[in-house]
């Protein structure tokens, strides 16, 4: 059923049940992730906040959609650290579950799941550099007839870093190009194309 603001309770938790899942998690792994440096993890979990808008005449774009985002992210290490000098890297495969919080032009979700596949660029043990992209599949409730459908598929790539405050924590920053449409499985087919820019905290695990 599509969100308006005339449902501000059920609107309201959408805004509130995110923020505490980050807060609880955030703790969680604050208290409880051995202490391991980045080339040393296995895994890590991270949390992502931040926020989307989509450009009118970026390829067939042509509806302006604004929305606040979370995005709860597993990343796997796929091997060590390979290279040298400024081009060593780890390859890690990345798993998100988003949920996007439209608030303009209209009250609605969007959310899903990913996967990425991310390089990292490991020449500091302070700050490392990342670039990914892959996608994966979106449901939305954003009442968009352009979309065609519900339910659509979307592909994205971006950068980021992590900067590390800790042995096993970094603060992370990432901008992406983010992609949703429906492969014209469905008419009519007018994707949304957008930028999200993302803070958050990863939690590295050995």
């Not at 603001?5 to 049940?17: E, Q, S, T, W």
């Not at 985002?69 to 650290?81: A, K, P, V």
């Not at 020449?123 to 979309?147: K, Q, R, W």
């Amino acid at each position: 059923m599509l969100l308006t603001m005339k449902n501000k309770p059920v609107y309201r938790a959408l805004i509130i049940l995110p923020l505490l899942i980050f807060s609880v998690v955030s703790v969680s792994f604050a208290q409880e992730s051995n202490k391991v440096g980045f080339n040393k993890a296995k895994s890590h979990w991270t949390i992502l906040g931040g926020f989307g808008i989509t450009h009118p005449g970026w390829g067939d774009t042509e509806t302006r959609i604004e929305d606040v985002d979370l995005i709860l992210q597993y990343g796997r290490f796929l091997s060590g650290e390979k290279g040298r000098s400024w081009y060593k890297t780890r390859h890690e495969l990345l798993i998100e579950i988003p949920v996007y919080i439209v608030y303009k032009p209209e009250s609605a979700v969007m959310t899903g799941i990913n996967f990425l596949s991310c390089w990292n660029f490991t020449a500091s043990e302070e700050i490392i550099p990342y670039i990914f992209t892959g996608g994966g599949f979106m449901y939305t409730s954003l009442d968009e007839p352009g979309l065609g459908t519900d339910y659509n598929g979307n592909y994205q790539a971006g950068v980021g870093t992590h900067y590390f405050i800790k042995e096993n924590t970094t603060i992370d920053f990432n901008y992406r190009y983010h992609h949703i449409s429906n492969a014209d499985t469905a008419e009519p087919n007018e994707p949304l194309n957008s930028t999200k820019t993302f803070v958050g905290l990863s939690f590295f695990l050995d």
